[in-house]
């Protein structure tokens, strides 16, 4: 028998290769694996920055050749698989769990290099997808408000958001998730923006409040209803969860004077419509930047990527049926997921949350 693996071999083009199966002290069986519409169609489109320079981990500069060629063969980092077999006490033989080893019909482990969460019975599997990497993008942007508030003494994902009003822009998964997680740790109003009327219906079944940012300058609507002293009036904090520079614009605009905005979005094009003239540099605004390999400097190793992996199942737990109707908008065999990959990254497909089923 051998593994079935979902590759890139050139932009556009998305194929089923077979690979030999490697021995390793586990082995999982893939049930599911989501995908993402963000940064894995980056590869397919071939605008992944990765393909065309490299990352120098230690200056922290992408320069240089490319880090990555083709062919593409780890695509995706939403995974739920069963163990089917292990030969490590560290992994229990017949458990369900979340990894992030791409779409592939299986992989074989090895708990020093790979992370494995084990899920909870009680949790639907196909809400999985977001417990290993997903979910703790959008707890991470939580967590990075908390320390833009709290400096180092974060006790909990809510310090930055609970009682504090709190703005999303973009109604994407991450988006979505991240707005969950402001309104379940106790904001005390939340407000999803995105210009397609599908997705704030998506949010507004979820429960969120929404604006359009095409219609009545979002801006204006807010500040007029967040007022909190003369001359301060906007969001406490925005989540800016679109890869779009006009997203991280709008995002500044609905600020109050000194907020911040935690910004989750990947800018394959640049940025070139922020403008750092107006309402950033007058109102004394700031960005930061919340990305999943490293949590806000000092919190380190008591806030860790596990604790957001419980975080995300908690939040599964208290929405997750929510979750399952809204998000999850197609279920794709895997003999089908090449031409749902192409036909994502060329338009000719809209999903929210494509999930491919083994």
């Not at 369900?96 to 592939?104: D, P």
């Not at 599997?125 to 991470?140: E, Q």
């Not at 908690?314 to 809204?326: C, V």
Request: charged share 20%; glycine share 10%.
């Amino acid at each position: 028998m051998r593994d079935r693996n979902i590759v890139v071999t050139k932009p556009g083009s998305v194929e089923i290769v077979e690979e030999d199966i490697a021995p390793g002290p586990f082995r999982v069986r893939t049930m599911y694996s989501g995908v993402s519409a963000g940064t894995e169609l980056t590869y397919v489109k071939g605008t992944n920055p990765a393909l065309h320079s490299r990352l120098d981990p230690e200056l922290g500069l992408f320069e240089g050749a490319a880090a990555e060629a083709w062919p593409v063969t780890r695509l995706g980092y939403m995974e739920v698989g069963r163990v089917e077999s292990s030969s490590t006490p560290a992994v229990t033989e017949g458990a369900l769990v979340a990894m992030t080893y791409g779409h592939r019909t299986g992989w074989t482990g090895d708990p020093l290099r790979d992370r494995v969460v084990p899920l909870p019975a009680d949790l639907d599997p196909i809400l999985g997808i977001y417990v290993a990497h997903m979910g703790p993008i959008c707890a991470n942007g939580l967590l990075h408000a908390a320390a833009d508030l709290r400096g180092t003494a974060v006790q909990s994902l809510g310090d930055g958001v609970q009682g504090r009003r709190v703005a999303v822009t973009g109604a994407g998964v991450v988006g979505l998730l991240t707005a969950l997680f402001a309104q379940a740790h106790g904001a005390a109003s939340v407000v999803v923006l995105d210009p397609t009327p599908a997705r704030r219906a998506v949010a507004e079944a979820l429960g969120l409040e929404t604006l359009d940012p095409d219609a009545d300058d979002p801006a204006v609507t807010l500040k007029t209803a967040w007022r909190h002293n003369a001359g301060d009036r906007g969001a406490d904090v925005v989540f800016q969860c679109r890869g779009q520079a006009s997203a991280l614009q709008l995002a500044l605009r609905l600020l109050r004077p000194q907020g911040t905005v935690i910004d989750l979005a990947f800018y394959q094009g640049g940025a070139d419509e922020v403008r750092l003239g107006e309402e950033f540099h007058h109102n004394g605004l700031g960005v930061r930047t919340a990305q999943i390999g490293r949590v806000p400097r000092g919190l380190a190793p008591f806030w860790d990527r596990e604790r957001l992996s419980a975080e995300t199942i908690a939040l599964l737990w208290a929405y997750g049926e929510e979750i399952r109707k809204n998000l999850i908008s197609a279920v794709v065999p895997f003999d089908e997921a090449p031409a749902l990959l192409t036909d994502l990254a060329a338009r000719e497909r809209q999903e929210l949350q494509a999930v491919i089923s083994f």
